[in-house]
């Protein structure tokens, strides 16, 4: 079975400040691992992916994760947080064996960024 | 590229009526998903189309639900005999795998309430 853990329920950072929130993931085999951000009242926006290659993926907005086989993490980060930053992150992870392509989610993080 | 668009996107209903939600996803995308997400918790998984076929469905779907999606094109998820733990916000997302594009565009959902 896959699971993923935010252990975070919120985080908070100043604008201008880095921001990080972390995800760690079981699965059997290689993982394909997401990120994705929820507005208030909104779908689920992708924000980047790791499928293979080099460990640091870069994303939208300014956001990058980093893919670490040993810790089981794909901790997504900002260098410089905006105030529009804030919102619901999800991380997300599919087993390269699962040929059927569903994604396990975590419970999500509230990131709140203040002027 | 229109987007994947859900219909409709809040829907009060009481307690024993059936509804029906609809999803139409991007154009040419061959896999269509549907999650389940409640307050405080992430998406999760409850089917799966390839095309006009049904490979997968979650044990939370249980047999007063039914998805469909005739022709490949828009899906189909009603829920009959509703509950009031059946209260959730429905969200569809779809994806085309070719390549390395593996991620899923989710829809805006559609909040149910049963009161």
């Known amino acids: 079975a896959q699971s993923v853990a935010q252990p975070e329920d919120q985080v908070n950072v100043a604008e201008g400040n880095p921001l990080t929130v972390k995800c760690t993931y079981s699965?059997?085999?290689?993982?394909?691992l997401f990120w994705y951000v929820q507005y208030p009242n909104r779908g689920l926006q992708f924000l980047l992916k790791?499928?293979?290659?080099?460990?640091l993926v870069k994303g939208s907005y300014g956001f990058e994760a980093e893919f670490n086989k040993s810790q089981t993490s794909f901790h997504l980060k900002k260098p410089s947080a905006l105030v529009s930053d804030s919102a619901l992150y999800f991380c997300?992870?599919?087993?390269?064996?699962?040929?059927?392509?569903?994604?396990?989610f975590g419970a999500g993080t509230q990131v709140v960024v203040t002027p | 590229d229109t987007g994947v668009s859900q219909d409709p996107r809040h829907k009060i209903t009481k307690r024993g009526q059936n509804v029906t939600f609809r999803c139409d996803p991007i154009?040419?995308?061959?896999?269509l998903y549907w999650y389940r997400q409640t307050l405080g918790q992430g998406p999760e998984f409850l089917t799966y189309?390839?095309?006009?076929?049904?490979?997968?469905k979650s044990r939370l779907l249980s047999d007063r639900f039914s998805a469909e999606r005739p022709k490949g094109s828009f899906s189909t998820l009603e829920i009959q005999r509703t509950e009031q733990g059946d209260s959730a916000m429905y969200l569809c997302?779809?994806?085309?795998?070719?390549?390395?594009?593996?991620?899923?565009?989710f829809g805006p959902g559609t909040r149910l309430t049963v009161t």
């Open positions: 997302a779809s994806s085309l795998e070719v390549g390395a594009t593996y991620e899923q565009y």
């Open positions: 699965v059997s085999g290689n993982p394909y």
């Open positions: 790791y499928i293979t290659g080099d460990n």
């Open positions: 997300a992870v599919r087993s390269l064996t699962d040929s059927w392509g569903k994604l396990q």
């Open positions: 154009s040419e995308h061959n896999r």
């Open positions: 189309f390839q095309n006009e076929a049904q490979l997968e």
